[in-house]
């Protein structure tokens, strides 16, 4: 984040710089059978290149809804989004996202084939240059041994690692995951962490990656955004870099997750929380 939004305040300045993804006052609705309904309202926040992005909140808060926003699947009805100064209005091979659901991979493809697809299927390569894309990216995941098997032979993290390998050889601008490790088991789900932050170190991809654990996101994120229970507002914004997977069970990040907790649930005391916070930096909105 590199100025502080109106309503928002800052506990230090941070220096301006160009964002990547700017969401600009953002208001989502979609219908049910009764009413309309808002899932988010008038929310705002900037995401900068390499950034790895946490929108964090209860279930029903919109942070999904907002992830499809970004990835154009849904019109804002309020607000903009803008990736480097351009409309969203539709989506593209700039912004792909990476589901819950890791069956998604076609069956009859093997690995390589599913990783290969989207790249000929839009036309970014050719097929020598989408195979060798491919295998790079299948290296980088661990699974080049596994180019030639088939998605049913493949555990659950490793189906993950394929559609990470799929979404990275595309070279997005940014990395979209909606809640990708949550049908994981815990100790599949934390080695996942582990290689997505890995890769991360590796390739410096920009990330927008979408959770309600709070622990999760503390080692996922170096800025989270805190969403209100539905309709989903800004609660706060926190930077969470000096936390990792070895900071798991330690006392300042079980503090950290209070917090947190408390910003996300104690509407009463937000305005005061920003008092009690040990977060390298945090913006409170009111």
């Given at each position: 984040?590199?100025?502080?939004?109106?309503?928002?305040?800052?506990?230090?300045?941070?220096?301006?710089?160009?964002a990547?993804?700017?969401?600009?006052?953002?208001?989502?609705?979609?219908?049910?059978?009764?009413?309309?309904?808002?899932?988010?309202?008038?929310?705002?926040?900037?995401?900068?290149?390499?950034?790895?992005?946490?929108?964090?909140?209860?279930?029903?808060c919109?942070?999904?809804?907002?992830?499809k926003?970004?990835?154009?699947?849904?019109?804002?009805?309020?607000?903009?989004?803008?990736?480097?100064?351009?409309?969203?209005?539709?989506?593209?091979?700039?912004?792909i996202v990476?589901?819950?659901?890791?069956?998604?991979?076609?069956?009859?493809?093997?690995?390589?084939?599913?990783?290969?697809?989207?790249?000929?299927a839009?036309?970014?390569?050719?097929?020598?240059?989408?195979?060798?894309?491919?295998?790079?990216?299948?290296?980088?995941?661990?699974?080049?041994?596994?180019?030639?098997?088939?998605?049913?032979?493949?555990?659950?993290?490793?189906?993950?690692?394929?559609?990470?390998?799929?979404?990275?050889?595309?070279?997005?601008?940014?990395?979209?995951?909606?809640?990708?490790?949550?049908?994981?088991?815990?100790?599949?789900?934390?080695?996942?962490?582990?290689?997505?932050?890995?890769?991360w170190?590796?390739?410096?991809?920009?990330?927008?990656?979408?959770?309600?654990?709070?622990?999760?996101?503390?080692?996922?994120?170096?800025?989270?955004?805190?969403?209100s229970?539905?309709?989903?507002?800004?609660?706060?914004?926190?930077?969470?870099?000096?936390?990792?997977?070895?900071?798991?069970g330690?006392?300042?990040?079980?503090?950290?997750?209070?917090?947190?907790?408390?910003?996300?649930?104690d509407?009463?005391?937000?305005?005061?929380?920003?008092?009690?916070?040990?977060?390298?930096?945090?913006?409170?909105?009111?």
């Amino acid at each position: 984040m590199n100025a502080p939004l109106q309503g928002h305040t800052v506990s230090k300045p941070i220096a301006a710089a160009q964002a990547l993804l700017s969401v600009d006052n953002v208001s989502l609705e979609y219908r049910t059978p009764q009413r309309v309904v808002r899932a988010t309202h008038q929310v705002s926040f900037e995401i900068d290149p390499a950034d790895r992005f946490v929108l964090l909140g209860p279930s029903g808060c919109g942070k999904s809804t907002l992830l499809k926003a970004v990835a154009g699947f849904i019109q804002p009805v309020e607000g903009e989004i803008r990736l480097q100064g351009q409309r969203v209005d539709a989506p593209g091979p700039d912004r792909i996202v990476v589901f819950q659901e890791f069956d998604q991979l076609p069956p009859w493809k093997t690995v390589k084939q599913n990783v290969m697809f989207p790249l000929l299927a839009s036309k970014t390569l050719k097929r020598k240059e989408a195979e060798e894309r491919a295998l790079h990216y299948l290296e980088k995941v661990g699974l080049a041994a596994f180019a030639d098997a088939y998605p049913h032979t493949l555990s659950g993290g490793m189906k993950a690692r394929v559609a990470i390998a799929r979404a990275l050889a595309m070279q997005p601008k940014i990395l979209l995951m909606d809640e990708p490790f949550a049908a994981l088991d815990a100790l599949t789900r934390r080695k996942m962490q582990e290689e997505l932050l890995l890769l991360w170190e590796e390739v410096r991809f920009t990330l927008l990656f979408v959770t309600h654990s709070i622990e999760e996101a503390l080692v996922v994120g170096n800025r989270i955004l805190l969403l209100s229970p539905h309709p989903g507002r800004v609660r706060a914004e926190v930077h969470s870099h000096q936390y990792d997977l070895h900071s798991l069970g330690g006392v300042a990040f079980q503090a950290s997750a209070r917090r947190i907790h408390r910003l996300l649930f104690d509407e009463g005391d937000v305005a005061n929380a920003s008092h009690e916070l040990d977060f390298a930096d945090i913006r409170i909105a009111y």
